[in-house]
């Protein structure tokens, strides 16, 4: 079993930033492609950042791109998003997600474990 726990999310004004984390604990992280997810209230869950389990090949939603970083360190078990440049239509819970894949992964049904999100919001 795996388990993901995210952390990090927060009250932020407009062009400011955060950096979530999401902890794994269970089977060793290297293994998995990961990725983020949101979802803002009366939407559907939409595709953020992914990374895959070796080499570090990433994706972006284009809403996000040049703004966002994913990144993993698999010696901490931990994945990161780093989110800089804030704007208020980034306000969402955030949710990551792991699968016994190679990835990088956009499609949520791909995806096999999730974390029980965190909130951001981003004031204007």
């Known amino acids: 079993q795996v388990q993901l726990t995210e952390s990090g999310g927060g009250l932020v004004q407009a062009g400011g930033s955060l950096r979530l984390s999401c902890a794994q604990s269970?089977?060793?992280?290297?293994?998995?492609?990961m990725g983020w997810f949101r979802q803002a209230p009366g939407m559907e869950r939409e595709f953020v950042a992914a990374?895959?389990?070796?080499?570090?090949?990433?994706n972006y939603a284009a809403s996000v791109k040049g703004r966002f970083t994913i990144s993993r360190d698999n010696s901490k078990s931990t994945l990161y998003l780093q989110m800089n440049s804030l704007k208020p239509d980034d306000t969402a819970v955030y949710y990551c997600?792991?699968?016994?894949?190679?990835?990088?992964?956009?499609?949520?049904?791909?995806?096999?474990?999730w974390g029980q999100g965190t909130q951001v919001t981003v004031s204007s």
């Open positions: 997600a792991a699968v016994d894949r190679l990835g990088p992964l956009s499609a949520a049904d791909d995806y096999e474990y």
């Open positions: 990374i895959s389990s070796y080499a570090g090949w990433t």
């Open positions: 269970g089977r060793t992280l290297s293994i998995y492609a």
